[in-house]
T-cell receptor
Framework: KAGVTQTPRYLIKTRGQQVTLSCSPI?????VSWYQQTPGQGLQFLFE???????NKGNFPGRFSGRQFSNSRSEMNVSTLELGDSALYLC?????????????FGEGSRLTVL | AQSVAQPEDQVNVAEGNPLTVKCTYS??????LFWYVQYPNRGLQFLLK??????LVKGSYGFEAEFNKSQTSFHLKKPSALVSDSALYFC?????????????FGDGTTLTVKP
């Protein structure tokens, strides 16, 4: 079956702009998590959605937000972009029904803020 | 709070030699432990996990890992390394109760296998 799909794969924005990233999980998966990956900070958890509800949230400012739709697709938005937001944003899906399942990652959206 | 430490930023081994990538964790209660691998410009791929039962778990591509509760470790091993194993490896922990939907990752270890 199809894997996790993230769009766009690459994007360039300037400071102060906003960006929306999209994630389509594996069919049947109801949990979508978002991570920010940077060379200096590693993989940082942003948030997790399950059945359209935010179930967990990491320590990021309110400029970072997300949502999940009824078909489990998820979007994350970053407003008022800063240079430090440049990163690879990874989406991961899982069944979400228990916590023993592994995460299935997309290829990521690489955001560059100029 | 849950946390993961990968004490080595870089591990270098010769092809054909055994490899070990170290991981220690901190979580109250019983952890769920995972290993993932990342190739350049790609997302992470699942290798193996420990949930319960046998402390030695086997995964993809000939990798295995041993759960040691007393040392709170979950080291990744492979008996004979291949050049194609060169990649970035992440250990992750999830607790069944606290922040259960959140996986906490280590900082990653770059494995380089030389011919």
């Amino acid at each position: 079956k199809a894997g996790v799909t993230q769009t766009p794969r690459y994007l360039i924005k300037t400071r102060g702009q906003q960006v929306t990233l999209s994630c389509s999980p594996i069919s049947g998966h109801r949990s979508v998590s978002w991570y920010q990956q940077t060379p200096g900070q590693g993989l940082q958890f942003l948030f997790e959605y399950f059945s359209e509800t935010q179930r967990n949230k990491g320590n990021f400012p309110g400029r970072f937000s997300g949502r999940q739709f009824s078909n489990s697709r998820s979007e994350m938005n970053v407003s008022t972009l800063e240079l430090g937001d440049s990163a690879l944003y990874l989406c991961a899906s899982s069944s979400g029904l228990d916590y023993t399942g592994e995460l299935f990652f997309g290829e990521g959206s690489r955001l560059t803020v100029l | 709070a849950q946390s993961v430490a990968q004490p080595e930023d870089q591990v270098n081994v010769a092809e054909g030699n055994p490899l070990t990538v170290k991981c220690t964790y901190s979580v109250s209660g019983n952890p769920y432990l995972f290993w993932y691998v990342q190739y350049p410009n790609r997302g992470l791929q699942f290798l193996l996990k420990y949930i319960t039962g046998d402390n030695l778990v086997k995964g993809s591509y000939g990798f295995e890992a041993e759960f040691n509760k007393s040392q709170t470790s979950f080291h990744l091993k492979k008996p004979s390394a291949l050049v194609s194993d060169s990649a970035l490896y992440f250990c992750a922990v999830r607790h069944y109760n606290t922040n259960a939907g959140k996986s906490t990752f280590g900082d990653g270890t770059t494995l380089t296998v030389k011919p």
